[in-house]
């Protein structure tokens, strides 16, 4: 299936004139990898049949909680890879969840896998790079909410194939792993026992740790227990020294993940960040670019994820706007590049080798 859609890249000049950015801006952004650590469109696809195929518009909300991005749109806005969520619904049974994760593994593969001539389902580094020579989107699967597979130890085998990249351990609900860090509901262990054995079985099986969502306590309890030797991500999330809040993360967290290599996704969601414009992205990015490099940060925008975006980013198409921004700042082509996509690649290939092998 080849999916409709306008193709930016072939009238840079005219892209960045209707964008009001320019020429350099465009310039790095599609000389650029640029791939996205969380995009939460499939959910919309289980709930009321959203075809992720199809160009949308900004509908039904003008952009706001979903329609912000679409297998065509992402294509339009030239960015060349992602990480496609499945989330998990916690009111089933853990019987029943690890079912339906399996169903739900199966069709998002499908959907990506059918627009074959604009999508390649990747699990690594090597694959990715095919893609990218083939002109296609590199997509990663991951998991939003590791319950969807916590029946036992054992559940994590109907993983299929390395296909999930990344679980981000708990979502906006405690559950057998340990508890989130939504304020309403942070009580109890931050990682039980069980969480961290199923932390330790990630490891084993090479799948990137996800610690957005989980309660501080949470988060450096899986700092002590995880691998060493493997990088940890944090794929959507603020930071709390830009502006305070319960879903952000502090210096402590952000080192954690530093000390191991990983990147830090900063999420688009202005409640969680302080502000209005897509500014405020680059002011948590700049946070972790002055204290601790520029190699350890990464788009993290949880698109279609129920999330209220910049007023002058509300969709994936104003992208570039970012770039801007960082240029106004003074950036340099190389780190923006590191942000965009550079980071997160680096993380995969350490995983799982450059060669399609793990690491």
């Not at 518009?57 to 952009?63: L, Q, T, V």
């Not at 299929?160 to 860090?181: A, C, F, P």
């Not at 026992?193 to 949470?218: E, M, Q, T």
């Amino acid at each position: 299936m080849k999916l409709s859609y306008h193709d930016n890249a072939r009238d840079p000049a005219a892209w960045a004139k209707s964008l009001g950015v320019s020429r350099e801006a465009i310039g790095i952004y599609l000389a650029s990898d640029v791939l996205d650590l969380h995009i939460e469109t499939y959910i919309w696809h289980r709930v009321f049949g959203y075809d992720m195929h199809r160009r949308h518009g900004r509908e039904p909300f003008g952009a706001r909680g979903l329609g912000q991005v679409d297998m065509a749109r992402a294509r339009e806005a030239c960015i060349t890879g992602g990480t496609w969520s499945i989330s998990t619904w916690p009111l089933r049974s853990a019987a029943d969840r690890a079912r339906v994760f399996v169903e739900n593994q199966a069709e998002l593969k499908r959907i990506l896998a059918s627009a074959d001539q604009d999508y390649a389902v990747c699990r690594n580094l090597a694959e990715y790079r095919a893609a990218r020579r083939g002109g296609k989107h590199g997509a990663f699967l991951g998991i939003q909410g590791g319950n969807a597979l916590d029946r036992d130890l054992d559940a994590l085998d109907l993983i299929e194939d390395d296909l999930i990249i990344r679980v981000t351990l708990v979502h906006l609900y405690n559950s057998r792993l340990g508890t989130t860090s939504a304020p309403s509901l942070k009580t109890g262990e931050g990682l039980t026992a069980f969480g961290k054995d199923y932390l330790r079985r990630l490891n084993d099986k090479r799948i990137l740790v996800d610690l957005a969502h989980i309660s501080r306590d949470g988060y450096m309890s899986a700092v002590e227990v995880h691998d060493k030797s493997q990088p940890l991500i944090v794929t959507h999330t603020g930071i709390d020294a830009v502006y305070p809040h319960w879903r952000n993360i502090t210096d402590e967290q952000i080192r954690a993940v530093v000390d191991t290599g990983g990147t830090i996704g900063i999420i688009y969601q202005m409640a969680f960040l302080g502000g209005k414009p897509a500014s405020v992205i680059v002011d948590h990015m700049a946070h972790v670019v002055e204290h601790f490099g520029d190699d350890f940060v990464s788009l993290g925008s949880d698109w279609d994820g129920l999330i209220f975006p910049p007023r002058d980013m509300p969709t994936c198409l104003e992208l570039p706007r970012l770039v801007q921004i960082m240029l106004d700042r003074g950036w340099r082509a190389e780190r923006i590049q590191k942000i965009l996509g550079g980071n997160f690649l680096r993380v995969v290939g350490h995983l799982r080798g450059d060669d399609g092998a793990r690491a």
